[in-house]
């Protein structure tokens, strides 16, 4: 069963509660997976350039909107709080319940060009710490993914070229990732299917597992 959701909105994600609560019952599963980044927080240049900054085209750091940014929070770590709040409530106490969130590189190592994507996820990564403490003597285990660079449908026209080339981002993130190749979605599942086991994982709690083809080890050197 499907049920539409917009994360942002409360009555949204309730109305979606009561439609799971009625086909299926309470649930002990919750993965808190919605997420993006918005242009409108996002900066044209990787360092401060004062000709961007003067051109009427392009943004700079000082061109952002915290409407922008507020968006991209929103989306990010509003959703995540909000789903946790209603979904979570039914999950108090049932043993083996489990939620899982998506942080990502950006936590662990914050991006060119885009500062509210990259504090968003550092703070879904604080608030998935948080949320197993506040949680751990109700038999709730709360864990994150934290995905490298995985080339999708909706990213294509960042990583490639029309001629199916690299761009010279992705160029930079295959120089960093010494495995040398973006993540496929199917390389996540054995980290998800792990982390929401609870024979697998049932003393694990509070950590964030970065899935990135060893981005995150590698200091470029």
């Known amino acids: ?53 003067e051109a009427q085209d392009k943004k700079s750091f000082f061109d952002l909107s915290a409407d922008g940014f507020d968006n991209v929070f929103g989306l990010n770590l509003t959703g995540t709080l909000l789903s946790t709040q209603i979904f979570g409530l039914d999950m108090i106490d049932k043993p083996g319940s489990v939620i899982l969130n998506v942080s990502s590189m950006n936590a662990f190592r914050p991006l060119t060009k885009v500062p509210a994507y990259s504090a968003a996820k550092a703070a879904v990564t604080n608030f998935t710490q ?59 599942l054995g980290t998800l299917l792990w982390l929401l086991d609870n ?16 981005f995150s080890a590698y200091s470029g050197v």
């Open 1 to 53: 069963m499907r049920v539409k959701c917009n994360v942002l909105e409360k009555e949204s994600v309730e109305a979606a509660h009561e439609a799971v609560l009625k086909a299926y019952g309470k649930c002990d599963i919750l993965i808190n997976c919605a997420g993006g980044n918005s242009p409108k927080a996002t900066t044209d240049d990787e360092f401060f350039d004062q000709s961007v900054l």
């Open 130 to 188: 948080w949320l197993a403490v506040y949680f751990a003597k109700s038999n709730i285990r709360v864990n994150a993914i934290a995905p490298g660079f995985f080339s999708t449908a909706q990213n294509a026209k960042l990583l490639w070229n029309q001629d199916g080339t690299p761009t010279a981002r992705t160029e930079k993130i295959l120089n960093n990732t010494p495995m040398g190749r973006l993540g496929n979605p199917e390389d996540l």
């Open 199 to 214: 024979k697998a994982s049932s003393f694990v709690t509070g950590v964030v597992v970065p899935v990135d083809g060893g």
